[in-house]
């Protein structure tokens, strides 16, 4: 008849039983076995999954490279185990009831004597070893006795204590490989989470470390419950598996007033299935264990998940029937990761927000640009026809000097609507992003001295004498040949504006590294560093009178910036009131052909 199967344990890892030292020490009790108790071999298998694995070998060599992690199905035991003897912890299965050994074990090749009690090589004694709960989880097995015969009476009774002592040094050498397992998933566990970056989505951030966590743990499944915050809506719940868990209204509450306690005393708590919560009253123990009925959950290790004295929400990792129960060492692990998880939560939170606050920001800048090009466009028409007319009335014979001055008049306020109207368009194109600019090279040098020549009216106007210092060999620019004659011209032409008469406006031009950086400097009004903050901003102008006496749109400035900007490049600027002021402007250099 089959023997009914029976309850296993080693619920520890199944799949490696690497760790050396629980090794040695079963090996070290396999020899003192061997030796006490007058056998040539001993050896130690434990239970992993449906199969007997053998850890701990005394013996010959022959014996050892026999039985050498050798592989034996439970239930071929277990029916080994049906037709034996039973001696105490040690069954005996004599040779002419033993199966088909020679196709799981190892047979040793002798002759056995005629005694009566002489020991066969296929003779088998075996002693099955149960943890407290008397769950299988080993076997002893020992063969060849020195005396040649199967023990009397009195060594049976010596091998019942080596029996006990190898069962109780398994155990040990179990809760040891459990525990390194332990601490080994639960560290791969948090080294996951701590990796994870927090620029994922909040959401994809949680679901990541789900799946970590419940391989990490071996858990069955685990859940992360985030509080209101100003992201997430309250009780927001992100699974490994997706949205399959539901949490129950009041449950969510129960959970949230449960973390902030323990937060505040960093506990954490298990909970079992038809085990009373101590800290719940019975109505709610009863709601969260049909909930674990629900969700066929045997256990939950609940860890409260927070940063600093914040508590933002709970981890809940979950364990099915079988399994271990959690462990210290697990539970402490788990609570170290809701540290972790808090500080990315508590990140990719800020982080949302700031990204919120870049998305609201660019969409107004997107707004602004729009609008200006809008008004720019509409401007633009009727001043057209304005100064059309305009042309035409100053064409007309006989006018009077009244009429004259004021269509002078007229003439010189459309110039300069007509300059706002050009910089606001200017202004709405360069700071478009969505039209790039076709970079080529631009040689620096006649660029310069066309925009010299261009402002020595202006210059001479002023006072102002433009001095060019540039070097013979040609210097390349990588860019869009007219933004960067208005953006140089308009540093230029301020130069001169804001220069002082009688002083000097140098042009600097140089390569440096993969660079070329073209400096204006002037000895004119300087600016304050007040002013200095705001240059580049559209419509700014300074409120120094001396500057203010200059005509100006305050859009010169904030288009040079743009065009630097979208060439890769920078602008600086030093200055010093009534002295002076440096603009430096940095882009990329092309490679001379
Ligand atoms: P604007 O059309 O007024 O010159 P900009 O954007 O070119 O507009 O300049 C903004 C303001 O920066 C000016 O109004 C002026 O106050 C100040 N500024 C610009 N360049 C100089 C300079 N070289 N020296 C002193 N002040 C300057």
């Known amino acids: 008849m089959e023997p009914e199967p029976e309850r296993t344990g080693g619920d520890a890892d199944r799949t490696s039983w690497s760790d050396v030292l629980s090794r040695d020490a079963l090996r070290l009790i396999a020899e003192g076995v061997r030796e006490m108790a007058g056998f040539q071999v001993a050896l130690i298998s434990v239970v992993l999954g449906e199969d007997f694995r053998s850890v701990a070998i005394a013996g010959s060599e022959e014996a050892r490279a026999a039985l050498w992690d050798a592989v034996t199905p439970v239930r071929t035991i277990q029916q080994e185990l049906a037709k034996a003897e039973d001696w105490g912890r040690f069954k005996y299965v004599p040779s002419d009831r033993v199966g088909a050994i020679d196709e799981w074990g190892w047979v040793p090749d002798y002759e056995p004597s005629d005694h009566p009690d002489a020991w066969h090589p296929l003779d088998l004694l075996l002693a099955p070893l149960r943890d407290d709960e008397g769950r299988?989880?080993?076997?002893?097995?020992?063969?060849?006795?020195?005396?040649?015969?199967?023990?009397?009476?009195?060594?049976?009774?010596?091998?019942?204590?080596?029996a006990a002592q190898a069962e109780r040094a398994l155990l040990v050498a179990l809760e040891r490989h459990e525990f390194s397992e332990q601490i080994r998933l639960a560290t791969t566990a948090r080294e996951i989470v701590r990796s994870l970056s927090v620029q994922l989505p909040i959401e994809d951030l949680l679901v990541q470390?789900?799946?970590?966590?419940?391989?990490?743990?071996?858990?069955?499944?685990?859940?992360?419950?985030?509080?209101?915050g100003d992201v997430l809506g309250s009780g927001a719940l992100y699974s490994a598996r997706g949205a399959d868990i539901v949490l129950p209204?009041?449950?969510?509450?129960?959970?949230?007033?449960?973390?902030?306690?323990?937060?505040?005393?960093?506990?954490?708590?298990?909970?079992?299935?038809?085990?009373?919560?101590?800290?719940?009253?019975?109505?709610?123990?009863?709601?969260?264990?049909?909930f674990m009925e629900r969700i066929e959950a045997d256990s939950l290790l609940f860890v409260p998940i927070g940063a600093g004295s914040t508590c933002v929400g709970n981890l809940v990792l979950t364990r099915v029937e079988g399994q271990a129960p959690w462990g210290r060492t697990e539970a402490e692990a788990a609570l170290d990761i809701g540290h972790d998880l808090g500080r990315s939560i508590l990140n990719a939170r800020t982080f949302a927000r700031e990204h919120?606050?870049?998305?609201?920001?660019t969409a107004l800048d997107?707004?602004?640009?729009?609008?200006?090009?809008?008004?720019?466009?509409?401007?633009?028409?009727?001043?057209t026809a304005i100064m059309g007319h305009l042309e035409m009335l100053e064409s007309t014979p006989?006018?009077?000097?009244?009429?004259?001055?004021?269509?002078?008049?007229?003439d010189r306020g459309s110039q300069r609507l007509q300059r706002v109207i050009d910089d606001l368009l200017l202004l709405s194109k360069v700071g478009d992003p969505e039209t790039a600019i076709i970079p080529a090279p631009v040689a620096l040098q006649p660029v310069l001295e066309d925009l010299a020549e261009l402002n020595a009216v202006a210059a001479q106007r002023a006072g102002v004498a433009i001095r060019l210092e540039m070097p013979e060999a040609e210097v390349l620019a990588l860019g869009d040949a007219e933004e960067l004659d208005t953006a140089l011209g308009n540093v230029l032409s301020n130069a001169v504006k804001y220069g002082r008469s009688g002083s000097d406006v140098t042009v600097e031009l140089a390569r440096e590294d993969d660079e070329v950086v073209v400096t204006v400097r002037d000895q004119g009004i300087g600016i304050s560093?007040?002013?200095?903050?705001?240059?580049?901003?559209?419509?700014?102008?300074?409120?120094?009178?001396?500057?203010?006496?200059?005509p100006g749109t305050g859009l010169g400035l904030a288009i040079v910036q743009r065009i630097v900007q979208r060439h890769g490049g920078a602008i600086t600027v030093d200055s010093e009131l009534g002295v002076g002021s440096a603009f430096t402007l940095r882009l990329p250099a092309a490679v001379s052909g």
């Open 366 to 383: 997107q707004y602004k640009g729009r609008l200006i090009a809008t008004v720019a466009h509409e401007l633009k028409n009727p001043l």
């Open 529 to 550: 560093p007040e002013d200095r903050a705001q240059l580049f901003t559209e419509f700014f102008r300074s409120s120094n009178p001396q500057a203010v006496a200059q």
């Open 249 to 290: 209204d009041g449950l969510v509450e129960v959970a949230e007033t449960a973390a902030h306690q323990l937060w505040s005393v960093q506990q954490w708590v298990v909970i079992e299935r038809d085990r009373r919560v101590e800290v719940l009253t019975d109505g709610q123990s009863r709601q969260i264990h049909a």
């Open 398 to 410: 006989d006018l009077t000097s009244l009429t004259r001055s004021s269509l002078a008049a007229i």
């Open 136 to 162: 299988l989880v080993g076997l002893l097995s020992i063969d060849l006795p020195t005396s040649g015969r199967r023990p009397d009476a009195q060594q049976r009774s010596l091998l019942e204590k080596y």
């Open 209 to 228: 470390a789900g799946s970590a966590l419940s391989e990490g743990f071996r858990a069955g499944g685990s859940w992360v419950q985030t509080f209101a």
């Open 356 to 361: 919120r606050l870049v998305q609201e920001l």
